[in-house]
């Protein structure tokens, strides 16, 4: 009996709303591997687990909490489970984890390279091209990208199509000053796109989602410069809809949010002009937000595992969640206040 292979497992890593998820759909659309996709959302639902497009793809959530804090338990049965395969037995041919925008990406992959079965083949950490100098030096945010970037086999840079020239020429400088020796990779803004099968397939396609040959082992930092506490440093809120909601006071409510939220993200049925609502998607990255219609995920296989999302964007039900740094966060009433005033 020949023993088998180690499963790949790559862990896709970078601050939040860095385009993690676009990635990942990227990476599926393709449908030329078979993969096993791990995803782990900060805040008490799962908003990621609705908007991967996964075809024949078995998946597992974990939601609430930084992955790289939790049980390491929870997170290695997790991805056993996916390493067996779906009901058919058969295992994936590469693992790819997304951890949660506040994560250690490099912590995620120490725990996994604990399982015999697994080989850790790169953490790639995104980095946005158009907010990442400005979070780099933030207060209460800096440390959580310096660790990310610093700890990375390879750093994509995303959004490229946001920034001039000059504007990624910074955000690279100040990104190798956080991290340096690090390879990173920015995409030419021509093929850079908020949408699937922008930069991310460009990306992909190119074969350069691995990192330069030799560094994958190398960073290996001691394990007393991992912040065990990231995700304290950051506070959620979350909103069920629970019904339709007006699209023009969704818009004058997320613009009205204070600057210490970075970031809202969710599935809601929102009711235009017509008065008739769609499930549509609702992404906010620091000030920029963006309303698109909910592409159906396609399961031809089960339903994922401890997925808290299902039903969401389907029956009227919608959800969001807010992220900011711990104490930057309106409180819990006002924020209610706020979004049930959107409600139809
Ligand atoms: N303009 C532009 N927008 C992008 C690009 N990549 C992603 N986005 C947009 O950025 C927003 C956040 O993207 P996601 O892929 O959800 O980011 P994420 O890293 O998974 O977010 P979290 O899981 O919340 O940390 C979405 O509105 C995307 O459409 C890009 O290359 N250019």
Known sequence: MTARPPIPVTVLGGFL?????TLLNALLARGDRRYGIMVNDFGAINIDATLIRRRDTRMITLTNGCMCCGPAADQN?????LA????????????VIETSGVADPRRVAQLAALEPGLLIDAVVVLADASTAEGLLGDRLVGDTLIRQFARADLILLTKTDLVNPAGLARAQAAIARAAPGVAMIAS???????DDGGFSAALVASGRLAPPAGTAAARHLPDDDIDHQADAHFSSWSWASRGPVDRGRLLATLTAL????????GVLPVAGADGRPAATVVQ?????????PLVPAVCDTAPALGDTARGIGHDGQGALVLIAATGALPAAPDLQTMFDAIRL
């Open 17 to 21: 709303g860095a385009g993690k998820t």
């Open 77 to 81: 049965a997790a991805l056993l489970a």
């Open 84 to 95: 067996e395969g779906g009901d058919d037995g058969i295992p994936p041919d590469q693992i």
């Open 188 to 194: 030419p803004a021509s093929t850079a796109s908020p």
């Open 258 to 265: 204070p600057p210490g939220v970075l970031r809202v993200k």
């Open 284 to 292: 906010m990255v620091g000030r920029r937000w963006r309303l698109t």
